[in-house]
């Protein structure tokens, strides 16, 4: 009976441990699960206001003169002078002389024509002195009687009249070929050419430089043909030229100029774009670096001004002009407009959209309406999201713990049992 208990107790006891243990497991509750809220994406966005927008036309062009000048000497003859500040680049003011050239051929030329003209003078004293010595002698002879043309000399005196004329004229040619033999700067200037050297024989009529006036500058600017409809280009009286705002990139500094348009000159037949002139008054001193011809320049010319539009970046303008707007309770949705005008930063939008909507200016990709965002509206921030999901976590966290406070003493229960019973089978055994 003794070895039969021995044999049996062990094994319900360890079938009863066993069970117990089963049942434990079994009945350990599960871990509570951290609840975090759905990811939600952070924009920008700003509240709509209409407003006015005077439309700037973007072109660019070339500086050229105003008024340039070839220099084309008019007499030919020796050079024996050439201004120092007559090379490219060089700076001269109104009546310096730039080239002069052998004056002794024109000064020999105006001395004999002044000659002839004396000769032809004297000529004239005497024919008309025998023309009152004719009328005298037929008073004397005649009487009342009228005298012929002839008889009184009046075709000598006429041709002798004719002949001081032309030696006149001859004498004044003289004089003007003696003056053109120097050439004098019209007016303050900056040299773009010269090919003349001193000693060298010029030609009449053969360009020797380039010049053009410091006064003002004019660039030919292209505008396109919805360009050419915001631009005023009327005529009326007192109404005031378009104002152009010149820029260009000297070093690592820009520089602007500003002027006016002058005149449109019409349209390129090869590219269909309208050309516009702008000038520019005292180039050298309209700004603090000179604007010079040849030089390249940008130009933004103000258009005519938009009332009543909503101006947007133009990364906010999506394709098929959509923008993305942002409901009451911040939601995402897309919605068309109308845009007026645009450029590479600003758009101009008359309709589709009201005042007070707020538009998202964060470039997005694909959007799907109705997505809830986290909106930073005109630089303030929302407020911070509720975290009602972690608490829960909590709870559930603090029950699993709980569950395994009770599991531990589950286990030290059965532990203290089994104790119990295997002092119970060491007293079994002593027995």
Not at 59 to 69: A, D, H
Request: aromatic share 4%.
């Amino acid at each position: 009976m003794n070895l039969l208990l021995k044999i049996i107790l062990p094994v319900l006891v360890l079938m009863g441990c066993a069970f117990a243990a089963k049942k434990m497991i079994e009945s350990k509750p599960e871990a509570g699960r951290r609840g975090f809220p759905p990811a939600i994406q952070t924009v920008e966005a700003s509240t709509l206001v209409p407003s006015s927008y005077p439309i700037s036309l973007d072109s660019q062009g070339t500086v050229e003169p105003t008024n340039g000048t070839t220099l084309v000497p008019e007499v030919a003859g020796s050079v024996v002078f050439v201004s120092e500040n007559l090379v490219p680049g060089g700076r001269f003011s109104a009546g310096d002389v730039l080239v002069e050239l052998d004056k002794r051929d024109f000064e020999i030329a105006l001395t004999q024509t002044q000659a002839s003209l004396a000769q032809a003078r004297a000529a004239l004293q005497q024919e008309q002195a025998q023309a009152e010595v004719a009328a005298r002698e037929w008073q004397s002879l005649r009487g009342n009687k009228k005298a012929s043309a002839l008889t009184l000399r009046q075709p000598q005196v006429a041709a002798a009249r004719a002949n001081v004329r032309s030696a006149s004229a001859q004498v004044e040619r003289a004089q003007l070929d003696l003056d053109r033999a120097v050439m004098i700067a019209p007016y303050d200037g900056i040299v773009l050419e010269s090919d003349v050297d001193l000693g060298q024989f010029v030609n009449r009529g053969t360009p020797i430089g380039r010049i053009y006036s410091l006064a003002a500058v004019d660039v030919r600017l292209p505008l396109a043909n919805r360009q050419v409809s915001w631009l005023n280009l009327t005529d009326a009286a007192g109404e005031e030229k378009p104002k152009v705002t010149l820029t260009a990139t000297i070093g690592t500094t820009e520089h602007t100029w500003s002027g006016r348009i002058e005149r449109v000159e019409g349209f390129d037949a090869s590219t269909q774009q309208l050309n516009v002139i702008a000038r520019v008054e005292n180039p050298e001193t309209a700004s603090g670096w000179p604007l010079r011809v040849g030089q390249y320049v940008n130009a933004q010319i103000s258009g005519t001004e938009l009332n009543d539009v909503y101006v947007i970046p133009r990364q906010a303008l999506r394709a098929d002009n959509e923008v993305v707007l942002l409901t009451k309770d911040s939601k995402l949705v897309r919605q068309a407009v109308d845009v007026a005008w645009g450029d590479a930063n600003v758009v101009a939008v008359t309709g589709g959209i009201e005042a007070g909507a707020v538009l998202v200016t964060t470039p997005l990709g694909t959007v799907v309406n109705d997505t809830p965002v986290r909106a930073i509206i005109d630089g303030v921030e929302p407020p911070p999201q509720r975290r009602g999901g972690n608490r829960g976590g909590e709870g559930q966290r603090g029950e699993g713990q709980r569950g395994e406070g009770q599991r531990g003493e589950g286990e030290g229960k059965g532990n203290r049992r089994e104790g119990q019973t295997r002092d119970g089978q060491r007293g079994g055994d002593r027995t």
